[in-house]
T-cell receptor
Framework: GNSVTQMEGPVTLSEEAFLTINCTYTATGYPSLFWYVQYPGEGLQLLLKATKADDKGSNKGFEATYRKETTSFHLEKGSVQVSDSAVYFCALRWGGYNKLIFGAGTRLAVHP | EAGVAQSPRYKIIEKRQSVAFWCNPI?????LYWYQQILGQGPKLLIQ????????DSQLPKDRFSAERLKGVDSTLKIQPAKLEDSAVYLC?????????????FGQGTRLTVV
């Protein structure tokens, strides 16, 4: 069946470091891909999305490119801030009823 | 625009008791999801509704969990009887039906502790 695999955390970085969080997926058909973020004490919120191959989603300095050939949707940011500390979830949506499943999440901790 | 509303925010019950969670989705959203998020894990889809019909409940433990969405608007998720391993955050989300760009919006969740 369809699934999402994320790199395990926690990821610990210094402020202004480069961030990559890997996400790969298994899916039939043509899914849409998402990154959601969960800040401490808050609910899940959409960070960015891509709906077809080669699309690049971007928001708040984060980017991810939908790579069909490698079935990947890695999240990147050129310079992280302490305020980026959160748990990041890669998600996959497919089908006429918009089924939506998540990876296990990757915790990011950024220190000054 | 009002977001997805869930209640209660927190609940502590003893094992073998029953509990119910309520969700009011964003107005006009036909699709409603219930997820279970155990500490340290990603959200696991329990059940998905399209209007008042179930489109996926393959991971719902039907011997103890039930959900309904009468009139295709708000929804309740019930656990009876609860087990210790049901301790988790229960998330409700909603989205418009169809379309590649539709986004799922999440509520704050209900944190359940079973003791």
């Amino acid at each position: 069946g369809n699934s999402v695999t994320q790199m395990e955390g926690p990821v610990t970085l210094s402020e202004e470091a480069f961030l990559t969080i890997n996400c790969t997926y298994t899916a039939t058909g043509y899914p849409s891909l998402f990154w959601y973020v969960q800040y401490p004490g808050e609910g899940l919120q959409l960070l960015l999305k891509a709906t077809k191959a080669d699309d690049k989603g971007s928001n708040k300095g984060f980017e991810a490119t939908y790579r069909k050939e490698t079935t990947s949707f890695h999240l990147e940011k050129g310079s992280v801030q302490v305020s980026d500390s959160a748990v990041y979830f890669c998600a996959l949506r497919w089908g006429g009823y918009n089924k939506l499943i998540f990876g296990a999440g990757t915790r990011l901790a950024v220190h000054p | 625009e009002a977001g997805v509303a869930q209640s209660p925010r927190y609940k502590i019950i003893e094992k073998r008791q029953s509990v119910a969670f309520w969700c009011n989705p964003i107005s006009g959203h036909a699709t409603l999801y219930w997820y279970q998020q155990i500490l340290g894990q990603g959200p696991k889809l329990l059940i998905q509704f399209q209007n008042n019909g179930v489109v996926d409940d393959s991971q719902l433990p039907k011997d103890r969990f039930s959900a309904e969405r009468l009139k295709g608007v708000d929804s309740t998720l019930k656990i009876q009887p609860a087990k210790l391993e049901d301790s988790a955050v229960y998330l409700c989300a909603s989205s418009l039906a169809g379309g590649d760009s539709t986004e799922a919006f999440f509520g704050q969740g209900t944190r359940l502790t079973v003791v």
